[in-house]
């Protein structure tokens, strides 16, 4: 009898074993790691030393990178502010190494993730590509961005299915050439696209809506340091009449639930929402800057260091009267 419960137990041992090592087998798939170093500093490593998630996600890994090294040089050597945090583990040609697969001029996600085939190229999204194009122009990795240009122009500017086409201009900016029509057509498309969003953002008054506004906040803060002098009045234009979103009332939320950073979306909304009504909450930052808070927010295991980083970067270029 025994022998027939060791026997059970061993079958019952090899079977979770062999699940456990089913389930390894398939997070590694998805991710590089399980858990992630969190710095100083606001943001998650994996453990090549890129850019994820909390939970070491690095679908998105491409796009926060390229946020990152626009924000840090724009820190560093457009405001004079010196070193941002602690130094990293690798540099920005390192990074773009990794990002870069071989030098195709085709970038991914991440070098190592497979995301199911989500981090190949062909799966590179316009929303990661941009923020991308942005730090190899101001960091003047200008041979690497050809490459992509080059590579974009032979798939008549489309990525994946996203059309490029009008963010040519924006890549003439980036490798710091002369714009088209002495960079009237770049401020037709960009007062347009400024357009667009603020009428989506009217129409649908959803304050939680700020993931689309990070790629053109992007755009208009590298015409902010390079060539983009007809683009001033359309950057001041959006930072005024962007709608307040939930990020503007953080400031509140967080002196009313200090502890507690794992409530979900839902449970956030709904607190805010009370403190508005019954508690007389106020904005407490600029529309602008409550994109950044509420996008990058600890409870969704994001890099809210980006908050830290973009501030002085958006109080500088990005400046407005903090909403009633």
Not at 207 to 222: E, K, P, R, W
Request: hydrophobic share 35%.
């Amino acid at each position: 009898m025994n022998e027939i419960i060791s026997r059970r137990k061993t079958l019952i041992n090899l079977g979770l074993m062999t699940a456990i090592g089913s389930l390894e087998k398939s997070l590694k798939g998805f991710h590089s790691c399980v858990t992630c170093n969190k710095s100083e500093d606001g943001f998650y490593f994996d453990d090549l030393g890129l850019i994820v998630q909390q939970d070491c996600d690095g679908g998105d890994t491409a796009q926060r990178e390229g946020m990152y090294w626009l924000g840090l040089w724009m820190w560093k050597n457009d405001l004079g502010l010196g070193q941002f945090g602690k130094k990293r583990k690798l540099n920005f040609e390192q990074v773009l190494n990794y990002l870069e697969d071989g030098k195709t001029g085709k970038f991914r996600r991440h070098p190592t993730q497979t995301q199911n085939g989500f981090n190949l190229p062909g799966k590179t999204s316009r929303d990661q590509l941009v923020p991308l194009i942005a730090s190899m122009g101001v960091n003047r990795d200008f041979i690497r961005l050809d490459r992509l240009r080059d590579r974009i122009r032979r798939n008549f500017y489309f990525v994946n299915k996203d059309s490029l086409i009008f963010f040519d201009e924006f890549i003439k900016r980036a490798l710091d050439r002369d714009l088209q029509f002495k960079g009237m057509s770049d401020k037709v498309i960009l007062d347009k696209a400024v357009d667009f969003r603020l009428d989506e953002l009217n129409s649908k008054k959803d304050m939680d809506d700020v993931g689309d506004d990070l790629n053109l906040i992007v755009q208009l803060a590298l015409a902010a340091v390079r060539r983009g002098d007809k683009i001033k009045a359309i950057r001041l234009r959006y930072s005024k009449k962007r709608p307040k979103n939930y990020g503007v009332y953080l400031t509140h939320y967080r002196e009313a639930y200090p502890e507690d950073l794992s409530a979900t979306k839902e449970i956030m909304i709904e607190r805010i929402n009370r403190g508005i009504k019954n508690h007389g909450w106020r904005p407490d930052c600029t529309n602008v800057q409550g994109v950044m808070k509420w996008y990058f927010r600890e409870e969704t295991g994001g890099n809210f260091g980006m908050v830290a980083l973009y501030k002085p970067i958006l109080d500088r270029y990005f400046s407005a009267s903090i909403s009633t």
